[in-house]
């Protein structure tokens, strides 16, 4: 069973950045595609960045250009770069496999609230 350990988020100025980090343990994570996904108040929850386990990368329209997803197989971790926030961007921000998500497993995610 995977768990995964969200961290890095934070309370920032519009404009300004965030860098995410998430680690994983319990699964092969090399092989794993993994994803960074984010909930709003009143929302629903949405995928932002993914990235393949041989480096390929997607992003939602949404944060194109201003996001960018990576990964450290050594370190089991992913991280997600978050530039020139805007306060639409302000959510809980979870990681996750496509097996967590299709098992509806979460971990505690970590809050990322943007001030205009």
């Known amino acids: 069973q995977v768990q995964l350990v969200e961290s890095g988020g934070g309370l920032v100025q519009a404009g300004g950045s965030l860098r995410l980090s998430c680690v994983a343990s319990?699964?092969?994570?090399?092989?794993?595609?993994m994803g960074w996904y984010r909930q709003a108040p009143g929302k629903q929850r949405e995928l932002v960045a993914a990235?393949?386990?041989?480096?390929?990368?997607n992003y939602a329209d949404s944060v194109k250009g201003r996001f960018t997803i990576t990964r450290d197989n050594a370190k089991n971790t992913v991280y997600l770069q978050m530039n020139s926030l805007k306060p639409e961007d302000t959510a809980v921000y979870y990681c996750?496999?496509?097996?967590?998500?299709?098992?509806?497993?979460w971990g505690p995610g970590t809050q990322v609230t943007v001030s205009s």
């Open positions: 319990g699964g092969i994570f090399s092989m794993n595609d």
């Open positions: 990235i393949a386990s041989g480096g390929n990368t």
């Open positions: 996750a496999t496509p097996y967590t998500v299709a098992d509806d497993y």
